[in-house]
């Protein structure tokens, strides 16, 4: 009567105990079905909030990567200009600029522009637009065209994606301006800019209109000479902090930012760190909320199968005495909540990747993001919490079970 | 040369704490069982008899004392070796029959030998000891609800035959039977008693203690009579 040895597999599979565990779900229907609902509903908030803030991120970033290499640099101190009192960016600080990017890097791009908000005519409809003035040379390292071709000289200009549609803006077509003496300048559609999206960190072409200096200042005036803002690319994006940090110092005089600053610089590769951190964490958050719907399902299941093994007392008794171990007694009532924890966990995870895309597409119009690991890991993350929580919560059940006394057992009705 | 018995049990006593005292329900009892024998314990209710019966199929453990299988005493084995114990080397036969509701007449036989082996039956064992005990290849299939109480004991006799036991442990096993049922079950018994099973039975019936070619008379847990 030695022990017997036995394999891994030999020892965590019975088929017979297997069986008699599904024959009892199966017995209880209804009750099973209940407590199956807990880890759907459980495994479904975890999911969903999981593929949701994921996908949201996915998303995000992809909008948000491609405009996170810039810097740009707008002017707040006075400068006093012939006895006028303006604001801007003067050659001088563009030079200041340039040197304190150059000692850092010498991959960049910089691009001064002027920028201003102007009522835009087309045909018998009126729209606010952000018109921007930028030499020639700088407009393509700036935007890509989705079709036709770069605006030269003072009367050809071209419109973001956005803009386009919602005006009915084709290449050709015309739009009418003022000059600030009131002076009409119809203007010519020659290129249509691809959209940088509703969460770009950088220069947003989406609504914008763009033309050349010559165009901008023939419209609104030079301003003596000073631009609104200068944006800086850098060809390697985590050199950006780097190059905020040298412009700070040589123009504000400091590294950290301050209210007596000269200029102000939004450095969109730190924004989407911060954004990712604020997603991250809301994913946390969420999550953890979501974990308490399964706690309450963890409940549920071990007072289910706390009933299971009164109610099967005497079977226990009568197993155990004809020779079943307590392992497989164990086994039989943690089959019963892995059963359930797997089934509920599996039907949670595919009803939230039926919402999720649904969901995603109302809140930001894609829902590509779905098909990403990122967002797809939750499918087995879900399942196996889901399974985990439900053994866990069949685990003293199933040890009650095992360690009644046969003969107590046998004599229960 | 004797042979060593199937079952000894050396002073063996068991008390159960009560709120209202300390029962003696076994009271220092020394009882042997030999391969073959056919032994009937025979007593009132509440005599021990049933106390007996579970310190001899390792069911319970005695207060006091040492109860030794084929020699070896049974406290120095653990619950495992017990339990393999009572899965190969035992077959019972309860009073209620005791067979497993949500399993069918042939998987409550099958189910001590997939205990033992691992795995489904592939031979015609199963379906060859339910046919001896009289069972139709229909009722096979039938769960016990569907079943008379003398099939269910007759199942109940061919599972506890299942793992070709040394012996087999009879609590009341026509307790609940008619009488031409009871005639048909002791005579199944004694059958298998002529083929060389060891048989022991608690029973507080005369007519089916006859049956045995030896009687215990215990009372307030002590044998009187042997």
């Known amino acids: ?413 | 040369m004797d042979s060593i018995p199937v079952v000894e049990l050396h002073d063996v006593s068991k008390i159960y704490s009560m709120p209202a005292g300390d029962v003696h329900a076994l009271n220092h009892v020394n009882f042997s069982i030999q391969k073959g024998e056919f032994v009937a314990i025979m007593g009132p209710s509440g005599s021990g008899k049933s106390t007996l019966m579970n310190m001899i199929g390792c069911l319970d453990v005695p207060t006091s004392g040492i109860i030794k299988i084929d020699g070896k005493s049974t406290s120095d084995m653990t619950d495992d070796e017990l339990t393999i114990h009572r899965r190969d080397n035992i077959g019972f036969i309860f009073q209620k029959y005791n067979l497993i509701s949500l399993l069918t007449a042939y998987e409550n036989v099958e189910y001590p030998l997939i205990l033992k082996y691992g795995h489904h039956d592939t031979t015609t064992r199963t379906a060859d000891l339910l046919r001896m005990v009289g069972l139709t290849d229909a009722q096979m299939q039938h769960t016990p609800y569907e079943l008379s109480g003398g099939q269910q004991q007759r199942v109940s006799i061919a599972r506890a035959l299942a793992n070709d036991p040394k012996f087999l442990l009879c609590d009341e096993p026509t307790g609940n039977l008619d009488s031409k049922m009871s005639t048909q079950i002791m005579e199944l018994l004694k059958d298998l008693h002529s083929k060389g099973r060891t048989i022991v039975m608690v029973t507080h019936n005369p007519v089916t203690a006859e049956y045995a070619d030896h009687i215990v008379i215990i009372r307030d847990g002590v044998i009187v009579d042997e």
């Open chain 1, 1 to 413: 009567m030695s022990k017997e040895s036995k394999t891994l597999w030999q020892k965590i599979y019975s088929p017979m105990v297997l069986s008699l565990a599904t024959r009892n779900l199966k017995l209880n229907k209804f009750r099973t079905i209940l407590s199956m609902i807990g880890i759907v509903i459980g495994v479904f908030a975890i999911c969903a909030m999981g593929m949701i803030g994921a996908g949201f991120t996915e998303e995000m970033n992809s909008m948000i990567s491609d405009t996170a290499d810039t810097l740009t640099i707008s002017p707040i101190g006075e400068k006093i200009i012939d006895g006028t009192t303006t604001t801007g960016l003067s050659e001088k600080d563009l030079r200041d600029i340039e040197s304190a990017v150059k000692s850092v890097t010498n991959g960049f791009d910089m691009i001064p522009m002027y920028s201003s908000t102007k009522y835009i005519y087309i045909g018998d409809e009126t729209t606010m637009a952000t018109i921007s003035g930028m030499d020639d040379n700088d407009i393509n390292k700036l935007v890509t065209l989705t079709e036709g071709t770069l605006p030269r000289g003072s009367t050809n200009v071209i419109v973001g994606e956005t803009f386009a549609e919602d005006n009915d803006l084709r290449i050709g077509s015309r739009i009418t301006l003022l000059t600030s003496t009131g002076q009409e300048v119809t203007c010519r559609v020659v290129g249509i800019m691809e959209n940088t999206g509703m969460f770009s960190l950088g220069f947003s072409t989406d609504t914008a209109v763009v033309g050349s200096i010559e165009w901008y200042t023939a419209l609104v005036g030079d301003n003596h000479g000073l631009y609104d803002n200068v944006i800086v690319r850098a060809y390697d994006p985590t050199e950006l902090s780097a190059i905020d940090a040298a412009i700070e110092k040589k123009m504000n005089g400091k590294e950290d930012k301050d209210s007596d600053d000269t200029v102000y610089i939004l450095n969109s590769y730190e924004v989407m760190k911060v954004f990712d951190d604020i997603m991250s964490m809301s994913a946390i958050f969420t999550t953890i909320i979501s974990g308490i719907s399964l706690l309450v399902a963890a409940v549920a299941i071990t007072n289910v199968m706390l009933m299971s093994v009164k109610e099967r007392t005497r079977e226990v008794g009568i197993l155990r005495s004809i020779g079943t171990f307590r392992s497989q007694i164990m086994q039989m009532f943690l089959y019963e909540a892995g059963l359930i924890g797997l089934i509920g966990s599996i039907i949670g995870t595919a009803l939230a990747l039926i919402a999720c895309p649904v969901f995603l597409y109302g809140m930001i119009g894609s829902a590509e993001a779905m098909l990403t690991v990122s967002v797809l890991i939750y499918v087995p993350i879900g399942i196996v919490i889901g399974l985990i929580v439900c053994l866990i919560s069949g685990l003293y059940p199933a040890w009650k079970a095992a360690n009644l006394n046969p003969v107590e057992a046998m004599s229960t009705d």
